[in-house]
């Protein structure tokens, strides 16, 4: 794989940043080039957050172009909708299949996630959805983030190893929450394990 374009869309308080740092650090621990930006926008309030990563020697702007991603990872299914323009043809999504609801009055009615979701399995060829409620029973809620880091590295969907992936996290997440976080690692890499990339 000589470039890769990572896109990481969610909202406010989900780790977006966290993640696009954790695959960052395990790429250049390995010896790649890597690129990141945040747009976080109104993150403190729940808003919109997208993080770019982009690995490889000929990538020269952090932020990835239209039409340029290979990869989405999204917390949801309405983010994951807002970042369509940013894949390429044949790219990849894993994506949580849960709605988060905005936290202010929608005016077309209530927003639960099941057109996204329909968008994107008619759009998508290579989409990976998470059962939220699944691995939420296997994990804490607070390393979904890290649980999609690893559904990516079990998939091939990264240039990483999960001894890579989990170096990563050793570094990056302080010592109180390290074992949830590497439990869900864990799980993420195997929750697709029936599944061929």
Do not use: C, W
């Amino acid at each position: 794989m000589n470039n890769l374009s990572v896109v990481i869309a969610g909202v406010g308080g989900q780790g977006t940043v966290l993640l696009s740092r954790l695959i960052g650090n395990a790429a250049l621990t390995s010896g790649q080039d890597v690129r990141g930006a945040e747009t976080i926008g109104m993150a403190q309030r729940g808003g919109s957050v997208v993080s770019h990563v982009r690995i490889g020697a000929d990538t020269h702007s952090p932020l990835t172009p239209s039409h340029k991603a290979d990869l989405l990872l999204a917390f949801e299914p309405g983010e994951a909708v807002r970042a369509f323009h940013l894949l390429a043809d044949n790219a990849a999504v894993v994506a949580l299949d849960r709605a988060v609801k905005p936290s202010v009055p929608q005016p077309f009615g209530e927003y639960d996630g099941a057109s996204a979701l329909a968008f994107l399995k008619e759009n998508v060829s290579r989409l990976y959805i998470i059962e939220q409620e699944k691995l939420f029973r296997q994990i804490s809620p607070k390393a979904a983030n890290v649980a999609l880091f690893g559904a990516a590295v079990g998939l091939g969907l990264l240039p990483l190893s999960i001894e890579q992936a989990k170096l990563a996290v050793r570094e990056r997440v302080p010592e109180k929450f390290l074992s949830i976080n590497l439990n869900a690692l864990d799980v993420g890499a195997n929750y697709f394990a029936e599944v061929t990339p």
